[in-house]
């Protein structure tokens, strides 16, 4: 009996430790080469372990929904990238400026982190709806020829997905920016305000170039954010008008459960993977680079 | 400098106003006629309060073919979320611990792997997510969703488990070996009472992903069974002939209460995840 209960004992911590990352990594490791895996195959509804070689891919990057979605997401990458990094920089900015209830003010420009995207994509498509939204305030305050319309706009409706997700995020890179901010050296800061800088121009010569690491970090986290982004572009577009706001991962999606082809929308996946490690590879690379610095200076 | 203080706040709250209309809009459209609001527009105040509008959202409204209002929706969201949200947080818990205090040979390269997880995307994982939860019978239940997100879900808790974790002392737990306590001991007697604030975070942050997740709820659940934020876009279709904006600005409210009721009771918690929660 005590011998049993001495090697439950013995084996308990194993199988707690063992079942979870076993689990993770089949997760992690298998799933992924999984679907590397079928991306190489012919398979339709149903997995079929053939092999077609890179013909998925070439399939895929001569669909005019790839080709869409590709150039789409070059333009809301940057266009999100540029304005999120303004806005959030400019919320730190004021907020550090030792403003009376920081933070009521931090948790209004926070709180669009913590609502879903299928929320602020049903709310924002109301709000830029130009019949309902904002051009109807603005036309029903008088200026009757005012217009507001690019959500139905073919080539403006990307910018809607835009705004609404700069308006979901900036408060993040806000957040982050703050704490560069408040991690700045008050002796530089002294010795600028002594030369005789304005504040300003001591943000612009000698506070944000000291806080340059977290630029990089705020741009990653972000574009990876916009590589990812699915849900808020369903909600507020769903693509459309036609194919006009489709992104590689609504075309992940409409491949493998509209249409039905997994090998394809497989191959998509994985085209979708290697712009989100052309990303954080990089990144990693810059991170190790950092630490071997820091550990040197040290 | 004093006009300069005051350009200060004039911006900021320009800018308070700007990032409060979304939410505001939908509070006060939420207490108007839809027929108001198409003649009015929707950035306005209420002529009238009408409450139906909730009451309608929560049982009455038709979602494809059912017209049962969201609150099956919302109670799929409830019981996907809360045992997900306590599974995975667990389990990164117990591999934190193991990762950081307990050791195990190869230690780290488990934890490297696990975290990987974290930027993976959906997508790549859609695939054989289809096949795992065929062949449990799992496909098209909220069993099957609580599933995919504690394994998901365990790459982000073990990663912010195991980073508090390397903050107390090995010492501890070295003694602890010493005087003859397993592993399950320490993990009861020792960790987890150090633990409160660092679960907090993990649990905040669970709770709000899983509840607005789209994509696995849209993808592994199908009508009566999904969750609410696949719901809401599923409303948004069935009533896209003859939009009710009231009732549908009441239905996004209710769900978007449970999220922001958590920022706003654990605000301080939500701000430490931030940056590896934000990688999600």
New interface residues.
């Given amino acids: 009996m005590t011998g049993v209960r001495r090697r439950l004992?013995a084996a308990?911590?194993l199988l707690?430790?063992w079942v979870?990352?076993l689990?993770?990594?089949v997760?992690?490791?298998?799933?992924?080469l999984?679907?590397v895996w079928?991306s190489f195959t012919p398979s339709t509804l149903l997995?079929d372990y053939g092999w077609v070689g890179l013909r998925n891919y070439s399939a895929i990057l001569a669909t005019r929904n790839w080709q869409i979605a590709a150039n789409n997401m070059a333009i809301y990458g940057f266009c999100f990238l540029l304005l999120t990094t303004a806005l959030g920089l400019?919320?730190a900015v004021?907020?550090d400026?030792k403003?009376r209830g920081e933070n009521v003010?931090r948790?209004?420009?926070?709180?669009?982190?913590?609502?879903?995207?299928?929320?602020?994509g049903?709310?924002?498509?109301?709000?830029l709806?130009p019949g309902?939204?904002?051009q109807?305030?603005v036309v029903?305050l008088g200026w009757t020829d005012f217009r507001f319309d690019w959500l139905v706009d073919r080539d403006r409706a990307l910018y809607c997905i835009v705004l609404a997700g700069a308006?979901q995020a900036s408060?993040?890179a806000m957040?982050?920016f703050l704490a560069g901010l408040r991690s700045v050296d008050a002796d530089l800061m002294k010795a600028a305000q002594i030369d005789g800088a304005g504040?300003l121009r001591t943000y612009r010569r000698v506070i944000l170039p000291s806080i340059w690491p977290i630029f990089i970090?705020v741009f990653v986290?972000l574009l990876?954010?916009a590589?990812?982004t699915?849900?808020l572009a369903?909600?507020l577009t769903g693509g459309g008008p036609g194919i006009a706001t489709v992104l590689p991962?609504i075309v992940?999606?409409d491949f493998?459960?509209q249409r039905g082809l997994?090998g394809r929308?497989?191959a998509?996946?994985?085209l979708?993977?290697l712009m989100?490690l052309a990303v954080?590879l990089p990144y990693a690379v810059f991170r190790r680079w950092q630490h071997v610095r820091n550990a040197r200076n040290a | 400098m004093r006009s300069t203080r005051i350009a200060v706040y004039l911006l900021v709250t320009v800018l308070t106003a700007i990032y409060l209309l979304p939410l505001l809009v939908v509070a006060l459209n939420s207490l108007r006629t839809t027929q108001e609001i198409f003649a009015n527009g929707m950035i306005g105040l209420p002529r009238a309060l009408s409450f139906g509008n909730f009451a309608d959202a929560w049982s009455g409204l038709c979602i494809a073919e059912h017209c049962t209002g969201i609150r099956s929706y919302m109670l799929n969201s409830f019981l996907m979320t809360l045992p997900a949200t306590i599974l995975s947080t667990f389990f990164g818990a117990l591999l934190g611990y193991a990762i950081s205090l307990w050791r195990f040979r190869g230690d780290l390269w488990v934890f490297g792997l696990i975290t990987l997880g974290v930027f993976l995307p959906e997508q790549m994982k859609l695939v054989p997510w289809v096949l795992v939860l065929r062949d449990l019978g799992l496909y098209n239940s909220v069993g099957g969703l609580i599933l995919i997100h504690v394994v998901q879900g365990i790459s982000f808790t073990t990663l912010f488990c195991r980073n508090y974790y390397i903050g107390i002392p090995p010492e501890l737990v070295k003694a602890a070996r010493i005087d003859g306590a397993g592993f399950f001991r320490i993990f009861w007697r020792i960790v987890l009472p150090l633990s409160p604030p660092i679960l907090i975070v993990t649990i905040i942050w669970q709770f709000t992903g899983i509840w607005n997740e789209y994509l696995y709820g849209v993808t592994f659940a199908s009508g009566e069974h999904q969750p609410v934020t696949a719901a809401l876009i599923a409303l948004a279709v069935t009533v896209s002939e003859a939009p009710q904006y009231g009732v549908q600005s009441a239905a996004v409210l209710i769900a978007a209460a449970p999220t922001l009721f958590v920022y706003l009771l654990g605000g301080k918690y939500f701000m430490r995840g931030l940056t590896a929660g934000a990688v999600k």
């Fill in positions: 004992d308990l911590p707690a430790i979870p990352v689990i993770s990594i997760y992690v490791v298998g799933f992924t999984y679907t079928i997995p400019s919320l004021l907020i400026q403003l003010f948790t209004i420009f926070l709180y669009p982190l913590a609502v879903s995207f299928v929320v602020t049903v709310v924002w498509g109301w709000l709806n309902i939204g904002i109807k305030l029903g308006w408060g993040f957040a982050l504040p970090a986290i990876q954010f590589i990812k699915f849900d369903m909600a991962s992940v999606y493998m459960f997994l929308g497989s998509a996946a994985v979708l993977l989100l954080l």
